[in-house]
């Protein structure tokens, strides 16, 4: 799980941004997760949202419908 204390779920708390060349423009990430999130965008795999769980649920990234082949391939 992540190091998040008192992130309420739906938070931008402790989040960074970053760009998202798929989507041509920045996003917010939690940043307990933004590695994992950068190494997917690096590779080709389009996200469209994340959540590190915040302590309170399962962590998730979200991947495009079209990058989960390539997603799983890796």
């Known amino acids: ?3 998040c204390k008192n992130v309420e779920l739906g938070s931008f708390d402790k989040q960074i941004e970053i760009y ?5 423009r920045k996003i917010w990430v939690d940043t307990c997760i933004a590695e ?3 190494e997917l965008l690096s590779n080709g795999v389009k996200t469209t949202g ?3 769980g915040h302590n309170k649920t399962i962590p998730s990234i979200v991947v495009a419908p079209e990058s989960i082949p390539l997603m799983e391939a890796m």
């Open 20 to 24: 998202h060349q798929a989507l041509g």
């Open 50 to 52: 994340s959540c590190c």
């Open 36 to 38: 994992e999130v950068i």
């Open 1 to 3: 799980m992540c190091n």
